[in-house]
């Protein structure tokens, strides 16, 4: 079973930026799709970005695209997410998850296609 570890959150000014980072606990982290969600207080949980196993595909969303890029490094069984123009709306636990369909060319944004799940880091952005 995979382990997901977020780490990098932190409390930012608006304008700022954060790079979040997420370690994976095997080797073969490499073969999965990845994403990253948020959910802000009250709110649902919320897609925000994911990129292909290979790294070769990625898919954000509105609200972040331009802002955010989602990236991996396979060797070193980490996937980031560096933000940048951070928004008080941004403000939210991040977490990271696993899409365990191995050398899948997709990217996938629906909560319910993901099979693991880290324990989630918080921003928080202050105006």
């Known amino acids: 079973q995979v382990q997901l570890v977020e780490s990098g959150g932190g409390l930012v000014q608006a304008g700022g930026s954060l790079r979040l980072s997420c370690a994976a606990s095997q080797r073969i982290f490499g073969n999965y799709a990845m994403g990253w969600f948020r959910q802000a207080p009250g709110q649902e949980l919320e897609f925000v970005a994911s990129?292909?196993?290979?790294?070769?595909?990625?898919y954000y969303a509105d609200s972040v695209k331009g802002r955010f890029t989602i990236s991996r490094d396979n060797a070193k069984h980490t996937l980031f997410l560096q933000m940048n123009s951070l928004r008080p709306e941004d403000t939210a636990v991040y977490y990271c998850?696993?899409?365990?369909?191995?050398?899948?060319?997709?990217?996938?944004?629906?909560?319910?296609?993901?099979?693991?799940w880290g324990q989630g880091t918080q921003v928080t952005v202050s105006s």
């Open positions: 990129i292909s196993w290979s790294g070769g595909s990625t």
């Open positions: 998850a696993a899409q365990f369909t191995p050398y899948s060319s997709r990217t996938y944004y629906r909560v319910h296609e993901y099979d693991v």
